[in-house]
Every structure is written in structure tokens, then in C-alpha cells.
């Protein structure tokens, strides 16, 4: 009776070890691919923080997506903006848009947050031509990136557009850009400024 114990109980060993690995490479399986579909999720999720308002967690959802998934432009672009809401890094946030616009060059929204951040940072005239050339970038990238947030139609660009032609002391090329703005909003407060400024 014992001697049948011992020699059956080798067995059971075995098969529950085949069992347990069997389990453990199952459930490897289902996530055979789980970067992916974690990045994307910790990029939506850092977008809803974004837009209550809660930048410090949309900071955090969108680096952990990054953690899953480096080639994500859109979780690099959720950096950016976090980091320009926060007012924490200008470095960072201009990294962060470079790297969201030299993974995916269609992303409008990456460009247009990489011209906000060199019009207020306007170290000298470059800054100001080179959000000139990003806003360029934003109005030819896929339009389902434009109007997520902080800017809601193509009269906001434009008149960030004019206000860096007007800092740059172009008024004729600003003009252009106002009435553009106007075009579309005929009650667009920084164009309106903006055109009282050239007639003064």
C-alpha cells in the first residue's frame, strides 16, 4: 500500500509542475503583446486627465505609456503638453514635441504644442520662425489630430501665427494672418488686438 503511494506521488509532482507551467505560459500568451494596447490605454488615460485639468496624473499616464512603448508619438506629444500646462520644463516639453513630430511628422497637434512653446519662450527671433514653420507643419498634418485641446479652431493658428510675424516686426505678413483669423472668427480676441496694434 505505501510502496503504490511513493510510486504514484512522483506523478502528481509532475503533473501539477506541467500544470502550473502550463498556466504560467498561458497567460504569457494572452499578453503575448501587451505594449501596445497598455501604451495606448495609458495615452487615452492621460488625455482625460489632461483634460480635467489634472496635468500632474495626464504627466504620469503619459510617461508610463512611454514606458510600454517608445515609438507612441502621441503619448510623447501628451508629455509635452503636460510639461507647457505645468510650466515645469521648457526643455522637456520641447524634447518631448520634437520627439512626438520626428516619430509621426502627421501629428498637427505635436507641432502646434513644439509653436506655443518657442513663442513663449522667444529666447530671439529664430523661436518665433520656427513656430512660424511648426504652425506650417500643424496645418498640412492629419486633421484628426487638430482642436484636441487649448486651441479650438484654425483662427487660433492663424493668430498665433500673426502674433510672431508681429514680434518679429513683419506687419504686413501679420495682417495677412489677422484677417485669415478674422475670416473665420470675426470675433477672435488676440486677432482683433492684434489688428488694433498695426493700425496704432
Request: net charge negative.
Amino acid at each position: 500500500m505505501h510502496s503504490v503511494r511513493f510510486k504514484t506521488t512522483p506523478y502528481i509532482i509532475c503533473a501539477a509542475i506541467l500544470a502550473f507551467c502550463c498556466l504560467m505560459l498561458s497567460s504569457c500568451s494572452s499578453d503575448s503583446d501587451p505594449n501596445t494596447p497598455s501604451a495606448v490605454n495609458y495615452t487615452a488615460q492621460g488625455w482625460r486627465f489632461y483634460e480635467s485639468g489634472d496635468y500632474p496624473q495626464a504627466l504620469l499616464s503619459f510617461e508610463r505609456a512611454i514606458n510600454f512603448d517608445e515609438g507612441l508619438a502621441d503619448a510623447h506629444n501628451g508629455v509635452g503638453w503636460s510639461h507647457l500646462s505645468l510650466s515645469l520644463n521648457p526643455p522637456l516639453a520641447q524634447e518631448a514635441f520634437q520627439n512626438a513630430v520626428q516619430l509621426d511628422a502627421s501629428n498637427a497637434d505635436a507641432w502646434i504644442g513644439l509653436a506655443n512653446l518657442l513663442y513663449l519662450r522667444n529666447k530671439d527671433t529664430t523661436d518665433f520662425r520656427s513656430a512660424i514653420r511648426a504652425i506650417d507643419n500643424a496645418l498640412q498634418g492629419d486633421a484628426q489630430y487638430l482642436f484636441r485641446h487649448d486651441y479650438r479652431s484654425k483662427a487660433d493658428l492663424y493668430a498665433l501665427k500673426a502674433s510672431c510675424y508681429y514680434y518679429l516686426g513683419e506687419n504686413q505678413s501679420a495682417a495677412v494672418e489677422i484677417n485669415k483669423a478674422l475670416q473665420i472668427d470675426t470675433t477672435h480676441r488676440t486677432a482683433i488686438t492684434l489688428q488694433n496694434l498695426l493700425k496704432e
